[in-house]
């Protein structure tokens, strides 16, 4: 019996539009902290917590573009962690992905 080639990761089930370092460990981390996962990015650790659009009642100002981010609309949270939170920031998804992918990273295969 010879075993099929089974590659998991070639499987594309789940579509998701944000592209993370590692889902599975994003996953895990995501049930440890309970929302709250950190992110290690060229300009240090952050803690990051993802709100999603109910969740979101307030305009915030994007430090990535400097444009509003409006009530509703599903976006990032992001603070250094350890600190006291005067540092979080609300950050449009897309902002905050363009943010750490300015670094050294490697492509998706
Ligand atoms: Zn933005």
Do not use: F
Request: net charge positive; hydrophobic share 25%.
């Amino acid at each position: 019996m010879s075993p099929r080639r089974n590659d998991p990761r070639r499987k594309r089930a789940r579509d998701q539009r944000a592209p993370s370092g590692d889902d599975a460990s994003d996953a895990l981390i995501l049930r440890i902290t309970g929302g709250e996962r950190r992110e290690t990015g060229p300009d240090g650790v952050w803690a990051i917590r993802r709100i999603s659009g109910a969740a979101a009642t307030k305009a915030y100002r994007c430090p990535g573009c400097h444009q509003e981010i409006p009530p509703g609309m599903p976006h990032v949270v992001a603070w250094r962690p350890g600190g006291d939170g005067d540092d979080r920031r609300h950050w449009h998804t897309s902002c905050w992905e363009r943010r750490t992918h300015r670094g050294v990273r490697l492509p998706r295969r």
